[in-house]
């Protein structure tokens, strides 16, 4: 509630008589501007409150690591290995048990819904698997490391998705076919909901290259809800971020508030222009961030033993594990959101259509080890609790070959897991059909792996939406709550 200053008409506060005054265009602007930020109302009339920064009920985690790897990994040599493909290896599904008469739909979905038909043959796993950790789950060899934390995970088997091109790193994302439009990210409604916990770094970044399909993130909420790129390079964090030659920190200081003043001034001419209230925002941030982005990817202040546990060490993993290690440092100054995108580039790297054992070996060996590490880490230095892990695709890989040696798209069934941030570990959750095919227990659209991380950020996502923008039902998801402590 407004409290009453005595210099001011009663009831009215200092900003309400700031915003009413003037006569002109500029004074009805700068009302509006107000009104809309949520600080005045006008005549008491019943307004649209934007987000508070504050949580919507008390959250179980304050930090998301959002781990992608494009081009649609196998979960069938990965988190859900199926003996059945290998045991029926280079027989069609007719000449299998699973062709029986006794479920003719589902026989029907597997041979029509994604052009399998009858004379493809299953095509072995290309790896071995083993149980691991106290838990016993069973995963691939190709992550041994991720399997030594496996007691910290829970991992869904029984994802499913619509777009089985790879929009469905947009889909992933949004919650939404690439066809309908364009619409917000899961990041960019983490941050537009929530407030700032370090007011020099950005609270949403970005890592890894994005394809157009997939570049933005804020779209109708706005540029403001954009990821910030950075790049782990000390000398060479951000695009545009070095300040001119020549100009020593207080020239370049008094520039930006000589720039700030004029953008603010501008603002009120144009209260709604998401871009230039970005440019804003983003303008201020900039000078604080070139001091302190680069200190963030300083490593030469870690022990040898943990530049060691993400693997800089090694020429495989040296690259991602420095994003890995990024990521950690950013967490722990207060980041909310920070996705990094692995292996993209075209369709994406674990794009297997051929010589899937090659490319997974050398895609798996490039990110096991520093994913561990980065849970390993979060987790000695009391981090992993508040901060919740997401390692994920935009589809699986058919159990079926494609040419020689590769596997098709697949979004009938696939598998991601979690951890931290009130996630249970050590369970399974979900599952496909006995060749991988089908989720057919516990299935889940994309969008509840959203609905799940909101729920641990303490938000609820109907109290999100902006008028004129309903979301449909599936748009919000549902929680997994098998999977939360």
Same mark, same amino acid.
């Given at each position: 509630?407004?409290?009453?200053?005595?210099?001011?008409?009663?009831?009215?506060? #200092?900003?309400?008589?700031?915003?009413?005054?003037?006569?002109?265009?500029?004074?009805?602007?700068?009302? =509006? *501007?107000?009104?809309?930020?949520?600080?005045?109302?006008?005549?008491?009339?019943?307004?649209?409150?934007?987000?508070?920064?504050?949580?919507?009920?008390?959250?179980?985690?304050?930090?998301?690591?959002?781990?992608?790897?494009?081009?649609?990994?196998?979960?069938?040599?990965?988190?859900?290995?199926?003996?059945?493909?290998?045991?029926? =290896?280079?027989?069609?599904?007719?000449?299998?048990?699973?062709?029986?008469?006794?479920?003719?739909?589902?026989?029907?979905?597997?041979?029509?819904?994604?052009?399998?038909?009858? @004379?493809?043959?299953?095509?072995?796993?290309?790896?071995?698997?083993?149980?691991?950790?106290?838990?016993?789950?069973?995963?691939?060899?190709?992550?041994?490391?991720?399997?030594?934390?496996?007691?910290?995970?829970?991992?869904?088997?029984?994802? /499913?998705?619509?777009?089985?091109?790879?929009?469905?790193?947009?889909?992933?994302?949004?919650?939404?076919?690439?066809?309908?439009?364009?619409?917000?990210?899961?990041?960019? /409604?983490?941050?537009?909901?929530?407030?700032?916990?370090?007011?020099?770094?950005?609270?949403?970044?970005? +890592?890894?290259?994005?394809?157009?399909?997939? !570049?933005?993130?804020?779209?109708?909420?706005?540029?403001?809800?954009?990821?910030?790129?950075?790049?782990?390079?000390?000398?060479?964090?951000?695009?545009?971020?070095?300040?001119?030659?020549?100009?020593?920190?207080?020239?370049?200081?008094?520039?930006?508030?000589? =720039?700030? #003043?004029?953008?603010?001034?501008? %603002?009120?001419?144009?209260?709604?222009?998401? !871009?230039?209230?970005?440019?804003?925002? !983003?303008?201020?941030?900039?000078?604080?961030?070139?001091?302190?982005?680069?200190?963030?990817?300083?490593?030469?202040?870690?022990?040898?033993?943990?530049?060691?546990?993400?693997?800089?060490?090694?020429?495989?993993?040296?690259?991602?594990?420095?994003? +890995?290690?990024?990521? @950690?440092?950013?967490?722990? @100054?207060?980041?909310?959101?920070?996705?990094?995108?692995?292996?993209?580039? %075209?369709?994406?790297?674990?794009?297997?259509?051929?010589?899937?054992?090659? *490319?997974?070996?050398?895609?798996?060996?490039?990110?096991?080890?520093?994913?561990?590490?980065?849970?390993?880490?979060?987790?000695? #230095?009391?981090?992993?609790?508040?901060?919740?892990?997401?390692?994920?695709?935009?589809?699986?890989?058919?159990?079926?070959?494609?040419?020689?040696? %590769?596997?098709?798209?697949?979004?009938?069934?696939?598998?991601?897991?979690?951890?931290?941030?009130?996630?249970?570990?050590?369970?399974?959750?979900?599952?496909?059909?006995?060749? %991988?095919?089908? !989720?057919?227990?516990?299935?889940?659209?994309?969008?509840?792996?959203?609905?799940?991380?909101?729920?641990?950020?303490?938000?609820?996502?109907?109290?999100?939406?902006?008028?004129?923008?309903?979301?449909?039902?599936?748009?919000?998801?549902?929680?997994?709550?098998?999977?939360?402590?």
């Amino acid at each position: 509630m407004i409290t009453p200053h005595s210099h001011f008409p009663l009831g009215r506060s #200092r900003r309400t008589f700031l915003a009413d005054l003037g006569q002109g265009f500029t004074g009805l602007a700068l009302g =509006a *501007m107000l009104a809309r930020d949520g600080i005045v109302r006008a005549n008491d009339a019943p307004l649209w409150q934007p987000p508070t920064g504050q949580p919507h009920f008390t959250p179980k985690a304050k930090s998301v690591v959002w781990l992608f790897m494009n081009g649609g990994m196998s979960h069938l040599e990965s988190f859900d290995p199926k003996p059945e493909v290998t045991k029926y =290896a280079d027989k069609s599904i007719s000449e299998t048990p699973y062709a029986d008469t006794q479920n003719p739909e589902r026989l029907k979905r597997r041979e029509v819904a994604f052009n399998v038909e009858l @004379r493809q043959k299953l095509y072995p796993l290309q790896v071995g698997f083993r149980k691991y950790g106290q838990s016993g789950i069973e995963l691939s060899d190709w992550v041994p490391h991720m399997g030594s934390c496996i007691d910290d995970i829970a991992v869904v088997r029984s994802m /499913w998705t619509t777009d089985d091109n790879h929009g469905a790193q947009t889909q992933f994302h949004s919650g939404r076919h690439m066809l309908d439009g364009e619409f917000p990210t899961l990041g960019a /409604w983490v941050h537009y909901g929530l407030g700032s916990i370090n007011d020099d770094l950005p609270q949403f970044i970005s +890592m890894g290259n994005r394809e157009y399909w997939n !570049a933005k993130d804020g779209h109708y909420l706005g540029p403001a809800h954009d990821a910030v790129p950075i790049r782990v390079d000390p000398g060479n964090p951000l695009d545009y971020a070095k300040p001119a030659s020549g100009l020593d920190v207080d020239e370049q200081q008094l520039s930006f508030e000589l =720039a700030g #003043r004029l953008n603010r001034l501008k %603002g009120v001419e144009y209260p709604n222009d998401p !871009a230039l209230t970005a440019r804003i925002k !983003a303008y201020e941030l900039a000078f604080r961030m070139q001091t302190s982005i680069p200190e963030v990817l300083k490593f030469d202040t870690e022990t040898q033993a943990t530049q060691e546990l993400y693997g800089l060490n090694e020429p495989d993993t040296r690259d991602f594990g420095s994003q +890995m290690l990024a990521t @950690r440092r950013l967490i722990e @100054r207060g980041v909310r959101f920070i996705q990094v995108q692995h292996g993209a580039g %075209g369709a994406g790297a674990w794009d297997a259509h051929g010589n899937l054992k090659a *490319m997974h070996t050398q895609t798996f060996k490039q990110v096991d080890k520093p994913v561990a590490g980065l849970l390993k880490d979060l987790k000695q #230095r009391g981090l992993l609790d508040s901060t919740i892990v997401i390692f994920a695709t935009e589809f699986g890989r058919t159990p079926a070959s494609q040419g020689a040696d %590769g596997r098709d798209h697949h979004p009938y069934g696939f598998s991601v897991w979690m951890a931290g941030g009130g996630i249970k570990g050590g369970i399974v959750h979900g599952a496909t059909d006995e060749i %991988g095919f089908h !989720a057919v227990e516990h299935r889940h659209y994309v969008t509840d792996i959203h609905a799940t991380i909101l729920k641990q950020m303490g938000l609820d996502s109907r109290e999100l939406e902006i008028p004129g923008r309903k979301r449909l039902d599936i748009d919000h998801g549902n929680p997994i709550n098998e999977i939360i402590a």
